[in-house]
């Protein structure tokens, strides 16, 4: 393999795993934007996500269905669609659910009694987790060993799209997380750019208050950021689950500071600096794997983290006029 | 500043160490609960938790990483005493330095980080401790990776044999330096720069009128709950006889601290304390012995995760932040509104 093709190879890992901490990076930006809370427990959110995709999978038991000779089956496609759909709904839920009962009643609380509450529920989630992985399904070995990784199986067919001979790999993999990634963010954008509700973000995310005076349900505009946040998290976590092939119970705490990071470096609150941020990322963590070592990897990455936010904690699109959500 | 007679320590305060000293007690009453050496540990995050509550408590700064000051209290410990290494300070002068470093090392994260807004510092402290747990793992030639430094000395005294096999007078050591800890703590708080932490606390920029440098205040706040930390890191190394691998000081470890501090009443070191013996208490000596306890009668060895007590730690530590955050909101900042009678 030559120079260039170890570093082609690089970017598109980077870029695959970056669309994806993007993803969830949006979560983080939106309800930081609004309410200026860091939701610790939207990586856990992520997490579980994961595992009902599992479940899911599963329970269809498609995992026997998938052979080499099936690209031109699109059923594996309905059902990734599909997982995505479901697992953006359920952690979407959860996440108003969560906001409901935890995070609204301290809402005039210091921002350090509300983070320590969104710590407390990222706990509780990764015991939900555990506990999630010791179901007794097949998916899940039997449900003996629950704290152990669980295999993701393969649901797109896994051969090179660039052909056998070349030494540069483009699975379908990649481009299913581009083809879901990329209209989920375009649609965010015309959502928030275009619509009511979007209008009503933006106006509760400059300032609450003048917001409800001008007739805005602010509540309601809280409750649909978190189900978007969630949405995308859960969205996302199908697509890490299928790229990854493994789940855990942990994987949101490692995900999570990534997205954080991500939404940080972009600039936290900027919807376009969170997919920045998200790609940068996942284009570090691949480079470093290669460059330097993977087992220095999560350093380089809170050393990232460290350095913005000591040397310029706006971020990358800090400066410019925040689009905040 | 109380009565003007001189103690040593609070009544509370009194109480509660006089509580830990009568657990022993217990040993010789039920031989099997062996409780001497998991009460070492109630000691250990004790003394971690005082750290953080310099920080927390006292001076409003929330630290996530605070695992990573015990885990460099602990690799120091073991540097500076550990066979394999030429220094050999021994137990006592390993433990001294082992603060001096801490201190040391929270001043170096401090000095570039304490301006940063509370929720951003909070984020960068707990990146600090991945990154000192990650660093640690991967230098496995100073460290020893995940097979940890061994064997560490345990303390002695000029006429005391402390082994494993007195873990009584092992444990009433643990139990003197805690307590000389407490009467720091509690001279502290009431002096001069203990009450500038308050003043930094409540309202910085109120405090910046009176004279007071809060960068500077937040800075030895820091450092302080960063000596202390590193000193509960080397008793925990030396109680172990080992520094383990780097994830025993994970951020688990630094939510446990968390929870110590939060449950038992912030601010307070009498309420720390408390904290420390009741979380403690559960994670470390309840649960296993729960655990052990099922096992010897054939329940939990089926490998299902709801049958063992010891799963349950997550969600216990994320109800009690949960819930205290939710009945009591205004505990981690403002909870000495009435602090000098």
Known sequence: MSETEVFMQQVIYGLSNGMIIALVALGYTMVYGIIELINFAHGDVFTLGGFLALTVVGALGAAAIVDPGTLGDSSHWLLLFGLVIVCGLFCGGMNVAIDR???KPLRRAPKLTQ???????????????????????????????????????????????????????????????????????????????????????RATAQNPVAAQLMGIDTNRVIAATFMIGGFLGGAASVMWS??????????????????????VLGGIGSLPGAMIGGVLIGLIRAMSDQYIETRWTNVVVFGVLILILVFRPSGLLGLKQKEKV | MGSGRFSLFSRGQLVVLGFLALTPLLDLAIPSLQLSGPMRTVVVFAILALGLNIVVG?????????????????YAFAILTSEIYPFQV????????????????????????????????????????????????????????????????????????????????????????????????????FSRLGRQWFAVREDELAARCMAIEPDKAKLKAFAAGAAL?????????????????????????????????????????????????????????????????????????????????????????????????????????????????
Not at chain 1, 155 to 172: A, H, K, P, Y
Not at chain 2, 58 to 69: Q, V, Y
Not at chain 2, 252 to 275: D, E, K, M, R, Y
Request: glycine share 12%; hydrophobic share 50%; charged share 10%.
């Open chain 1, 115 to 201: 983070l320590v509450a969104a710590i407390g529920v990222s706990f509780i989630l990764v015991n939900l987790a555990l506990f999630w992985g010791g179901a007794p399904m097949e998916v899940f070995g039997g449900g003996n060993a629950a704290a152990a990784s669980k295999d993701f199986p393969e649901l797109l067919e896994g051969s090179n799209l660039l052909g056998e001979d070349s030494n540069v790999v483009l699975r379908l993999e990649d481009i299913a997380i581009f083809v879901i990634t990329i209209p989920l963010m375009i649609g965010l954008t015309l959502f928030v750019k275009k619509t009511r509700l979007g209008r009503g973000m």
């Open chain 2, 229 to 341: 930390a590193a000193v509960a890191g080397a008793l925990y190394a030396s109680h172990l006889s080992s520094t383990g691998e780097p994830s025993n000081y994970d951020f688990q470890i630094s939510i446990l601290a968390l929870c110590i501090v939060i449950v038992g009443g912030i601010g307070t070191i009498t309420g720390v304390l408390v904290g420390a013996i009741v979380m403690v208490g559960l994670n470390n000596v309840a649960l296993p012995i729960l655990t052990q306890t099922l096992q010897r009668n054939g329940i939990g060895s089926t490998g299902n995760v709801l049958s063992s007590p010891d799963n349950y730690k997550y969600v216990l530590f994320g109800l009690a932040l949960v819930l205290m955050m939710r009945f009591r909101p205004d505990g981690l900042i403002h909870s000495r509104k009435a602090v000098r009678k």
């Open chain 2, 58 to 74: 006292w001076t409003g700064l929330l630290n996530l990483g605070i695992a990573a000051f015990m885990a460099i209290g602990a």
């Open chain 1, 242 to 263: 299928l790229y990854n092939n493994t789940i855990s119970f942990q994987m949101g705490f490692r995900a999570g500071m990534d997205a954080f990071t991500a939404a």
């Open chain 2, 90 to 189: 021994g137990f006592w002068w390993g433990t001294l330095l082992a603060g001096a470093i801490g201190a040391f090392a929270g001043w170096l994260l401090g000095a570039p980080t304490l301006r940063l807004r509370g929720d951003y510092l909070a984020i960068v402290t707990l990146g600090f401790g991945e990154i000192v747990q990650d660093g640690l793992k991967n230098l496995p030639a100073i460290t020893k990776g995940t097979e940890g430094i061994n064997p560490l000395p345990q303390p002695s005294l000029a006429m005391v044999e402390v082994s494993g096999e007195t873990p009584a007078r092992w444990f009433y050591i643990y139990l003197a330096i805690l307590a000389v800890i407490v009467f720091l703590c509690r001279n502290l708080e």
């Open chain 1, 101 to 103: 009962i935890v995070y």
